[in-house]
């Protein structure tokens, strides 16, 4: 993300930052780009529809598609390893929880809804389990759940604020 564009727009540069390429080109805020697992397409959040959606291109930066609009406030996206699903956390009835939708914009799923905080989904390497951060229990902890938003675990307790998990490769998985 630069403002070298005048406002936030998504960029990619070679490594020694020469062949900085400005991909969504719009006056609109584009920011949080995520890549698919192949490498061909990026989603992305943009107001540019007048709320803040979720928008995938190519890699190139063309084919710019708007596959989820707003409201509400949605960001934190993540593709599954297998491409075909993007989860994110959205801010609906004033309280961020977690969601998924294929990456065409079909089937958009609410997988947690409550009182508490749902933030910062990341898909297992197999993709069957989402790692998130919920203030269930107090506090911000690490929790697991199903794909399906089932069987929730809590993976950290005590005195924490947990922000972001990820999940090793697989190959580093003992």
């Known amino acids: 993300i630069s403002t070298a564009s005048g406002n936030y727009d998504i960029f990619v540069m070679d490594l020694d930052g020469s062949n900085q390429v400005n991909l969504s080109d719009n006056p609109a805020v584009d920011t949080y780009p995520v890549w698919s697992p192949d490498g061909l397409k990026i989603a992305f959040i943009s107001n540019r529809s007048g709320a803040i959606g979720i928008y ?63 933030n910062f989904p990341t898909w297992s390497p197999d993709d069957s389990k989402i790692a998130f951060v919920s203030s269930a229990g107090g506090g911000r902890h690490v929790f697991m759940m199903d794909a399906d938003g089932s069987d929730w675990v809590q993976l950290t307790f005590g005195e924490t604020s947990a922000h972001a998990p990820s999940w090793s490769p697989p190959f580093l998985v003992r």
């Open 56 to 118: 995938v291109m190519n890699a190139d930066g063309s084919e710019q598609t708007q596959i989820l609009s707003g409201p509400p406030d949605r960001w934190g996206l993540r593709w599954s390893h297998s491409g075909l699903k993007i989860a994110f956390a959205a801010n609906q009835d004033s309280n961020y929880d977690i969601w998924v939708v294929n990456a065409d914009g079909t089937n958009l799923t609410r997988l947690t809804s409550g009182p508490t905080y749902e």
